[in-house]
């Protein structure tokens, strides 16, 4: 494993965790399967959690028709 500790600023993974669970969910109760991606699934998969130097999650989802509804919905309930 990686020392995190020569990494000045330090994410908080537990808020990140929520927050990626919580779109998750929104999205899923609208219809809409979401996904990590690029670090956040890196991290997810290559050391079995969120990196604590990354400071962003990506999410993914497949283009449909009224994505940009669904994702309205979502940034309100947020």
Not at 43 to 65: K, S
């Given at each position: 494993?990686?020392?995190v500790?020569?990494f000045?600023?330090?994410?908080?993974?537990?808020?990140?965790?929520?927050?990626?669970?919580?779109?998750?969910?929104?999205?899923?109760?609208?219809g809409?399967?979401?996904?990590?991606?690029?670090?956040?699934?890196?991290?997810?998969?290559?050391?079995?959690?969120?990196?604590?130097?990354?400071?962003?999650?990506?999410?993914?989802?497949?283009?449909?028709?009224?994505?940009s509804?669904?994702?309205?919905?979502?940034?309100?309930?947020?």
């Amino acid at each position: 494993m990686n020392d995190v500790s020569k990494f000045s600023i330090q994410s908080d993974v537990n808020k990140m965790a929520k927050t990626i669970q919580d779109v998750i969910n929104i999205g899923e109760s609208n219809g809409l399967t979401c996904w990590l991606n690029y670090g956040a699934l890196l991290g997810m998969i290559r050391e079995n959690r969120l990196l604590p130097w990354n400071n962003d999650a990506e999410l993914c989802c497949w283009h449909e028709p009224g994505i940009s509804q669904k994702f309205q919905i979502i940034v309100d309930e947020l």
